[in-house]
């Protein structure tokens, strides 16, 4: 709920405004007639759930999840127009901004929570990225709605049902949306089990336990249908192997990279390390030969070639960052933009590491546990081929936590905004 201070609601409804009015005038100025990045496949996705399906016999993969395709359904049956579709997306940041700055009032104050939320609103990845049919903007909405229930039910006195299952409905959309964090939950559970032996936390450990349980049952559907479609459990999607055997090439001029079946096909490079080849005896596989073939490339690379499989980790950190380096492909210029915004979170990362450290027995307990998912998240993610748009989403966590701990451990003073 927004503050009860007439003065402070109507800041906090010019931060929401101003990012919505700001973000459909980015959609209305970039708008093209047609699809371009991963829109066409949402789409289908989405125009599919109008006829009461998924997926088909002919394009039977379920990359990912339904979050995204749910939202863009009930525009398509009102036959609302390309534009309309994606100026929706300026709706989720705009709230994001605003969950994202009620997350982190509670523990660093008015300033530290308007930087935050305007770090995310003009973030160039997101701005890059909120235009179109993807689901940054859905995807920053869920964490940074999480972010905001989950610190209230930990640092709730008592036990708020209310808030316990917003946060679980909030993570539980996160991964229908995004079906990665799923593992994340899985993880997650393992962890907080474990610390229940933490005796003075037991209680907080254990809400986030129902918070990641209720997360877990949101998805059972979802593992339903992939079950069926696959006969694997806990299926979270079907491009796992892909990613994997991208992430283990070290071929010539390679360095974890993702590229299409497309690119395989065009691409000369591809074509001379054998990529084709692979492709055209593989990837029209059914689905679960397809996985396992690619899976066992992917374990032949890394027995074949450990070093390499390493030094292609180390890229992903900095393609998580920076957008680069990019196998086969000159680099570009939104690499220098990205080095700019990135560069100086990072630095206020690892400030934030040394700083938490001293000072880690007074951290409360929910900035700790928004610490270890964001770190499970990006452990995870790592391992895959990586890209800016993977790093920003999390932006609403890694921005309470760096507040909230260099807040407490520098003690900085700003003093309340003028009202």
Avoid at 401 to 406: K, P
């Amino acid at each position: 709920m927004l503050s009860s201070q007439p003065a402070s609601r109507r800041f906090e409804l010019v931060l929401f405004f101003g990012s919505l009015v700001l973000h459909i005038v980015n959609a209305l100025v970039f708008d093209r007639p047609d699809m371009i990045w991963d829109e066409a496949r949402y789409s289908w996705f989405a125009n599919n759930m109008t006829q009461g399906f998924y997926t088909t016999a002919e394009k039977a993969d379920i990359i990912n999840g339904p979050g995204y395709p749910l939202v863009l359904a009930p525009l398509m049956a009102l036959h609302v127009p390309l534009l309309g579709q994606r100026m929706v997306n300026a709706l989720f940041l705009a709230f994001a901004a605003w969950f994202t700055f009620r997350a982190v009032l509670p523990y660093a104050g008015r300033r530290w929570a308007l930087g935050v939320a305007l770090i995310l609103v003009f973030h160039p990845a997101l701005v890059r990225r909120v235009p179109w049919l993807m689901t940054e903007a859905l995807t920053c909405c869920c964490i940074a709605g999480f972010a905001w229930a989950f610190s209230a039910a930990l640092r709730s006195e008592k036990w708020r049902w209310g808030t316990i299952v917003t946060a679980a409905a909030a993570f539980g959309y996160l991964t229908l949306t995004r079906v990665f964090f799923g593992n994340v939950i899985m993880a997650m559970l393992f962890f907080l089990t474990l610390m229940l032996l933490w005796k003075s936390q037991r209680e907080k450990v254990l809400r986030a336990i129902v918070v990641m349980g209720l997360s877990f049952v949101i998805c059972i559907p979802w593992l339903a249908f992939t079950h069926a479609k696959t006969g694997n459990l806990l299926c979270w999607s079907t491009n796992g192997g892909e990613l994997l055997y991208w992430a283990t090439s070290t071929q010539n001029g390679e360095n974890g990279h993702w590229f299409s079946d497309d690119d395989v096909k065009k691409m000369p490079e591809h074509i001379a390390n054998g990529h084709r080849d692979f492709y055209l005896k593989n990837y029209y596989l059914p689905i679960p030969q397809r996985e396992e073939a690619f899976k066992q490339q992917a374990m032949a690379n890394l027995r074949a070639n450990p070093q390499g499989a390493l030094s292609n980790w180390l890229c992903n950190w900095s393609r998580l960052a920076f957008g680069f380096p990019r196998s086969h492909q000159a680099e570009e210029l939104r690499s220098n933009v990205l080095i700019a915004s990135n560069g100086p979170i990072l630095i206020l990362v690892l400030l934030t590491v040394f700083v938490g450290w001293r000072i880690r027995r007074i951290i409360p307990v929910e900035i700790l546990l928004l610490s270890l998912i964001a770190f499970i998240y990006l452990g995870g993610t790592s391992l895959l081929p990586g890209q800016p748009r993977y790093l920003v989403v999390i932006q609403p966590w890694v921005g309470l936590v760096v507040a909230s701990v260099l807040q407490r451990g520098l003690r900085i003073q700003l003093g309340p905004l003028k009202e």
